[in-house]
């Protein structure tokens, strides 16, 4: 199974005249990247969660093979702080399924001032149906625990390895099957993109953790000046010339 690589997030104005063609409405901003790209972290979900139809209409839009990561919203994580899960989580699950087969992982990002609480992660993970993939972004350092990694995987979930300033924040621990990678901020310029010698380090990093069977999701967060679209595409090439499998834009395989 390959890496797929994209960005989180699609409609970045400062994308326009890079990504995104002069001629290019916003409209059309979605099929325009998945031209490029074969798959997306819905980072908006994390503010508003979209109706199901709007989910529908995403996947539409998009060609076969396309993969929509969603990033599960705020009130989930931030408001209640993972508490009472079920009727957030039900209500994210049933909105995001009118995406149909292009649904990919659910990434829940954890407050930075939330401490570790293994119960009621576990909690939450138990929530989601069967099946489903979920990617955990913890952010406050007591979470790096046996504990922790034991919880994530008896539930099958992806504990997503995260860098900032181009080098990993959290532990790189393989608790499921697949992967997830989140690139905040790199250390080139301009900033906050990534040099070529921090993403080919990245590279060899998954090529070494992952064999080819396990799929792996890999977002650049770094919107700023159109940042995340270059890295994206540099750690495309990164991939593959490890011989790794990288996914190819979806658009290109109809």
């Not at 290019?24 to 979605?30: D, G, H, K, S």
């Not at 919107?223 to 996914?247: F, I």
């Amino acid at each position: 199974m390959p890496v797929l690589i994209g960005t989180c997030g699609w409609q970045y104005r400062d994308w326009r005249g890079g990504l995104y063609p002069e001629g290019v409405p916003q409209r059309l901003w979605l099929e325009e990247y998945a031209r490029h790209f074969p798959a997306v972290e819905n980072d908006g979900a994390f503010y508003r969660l979209p109706e199901r139809g709007t989910f529908a209409a995403w996947h539409d839009r998009t060609p076969p093979g396309f993969v929509m990561a969603v990033k599960a919203g705020r009130f989930l994580t931030h408001v209640r702080r993972l508490k009472d899960p079920g009727e957030p989580v039900a209500r994210l699950m049933d909105r995001a399924r009118g995406l149909g087969e292009r649904l990919g992982p659910v990434l829940l990002q954890l407050p930075p001032t939330l401490r570790a609480d293994p119960g009621l992660l576990d909690a939450v993970l138990g929530s989601f149906p069967r099946g489903a993939r979920v990617a955990v972004e913890p952010r406050h350092d007591s979470w790096w625990t046996d504990r922790t990694a034991g919880v994530l995987a008896d539930r099958g979930a992806a504990l997503c390895w995260a860098d900032r300033g181009s080098r990993p924040v959290t532990p790189l621990w393989r608790t499921a099957g697949w992967g997830y990678v989140r690139f905040h901020e790199g250390r080139a310029s301009p900033w906050p993109g990534y040099g070529r010698r921090a993403l080919a380090s990245w590279a060899e990093r998954l090529a070494d953790a992952w064999p080819a069977s396990g799929e792996v999701y890999a977002f650049f967060n770094n919107d700023q000046g159109g940042a995340a679209v270059r890295d994206a595409a540099g750690l495309l090439r990164a991939v593959a010339a490890t011989g790794r499998a990288a996914a190819p834009p979806a658009a290109s395989r109809e």
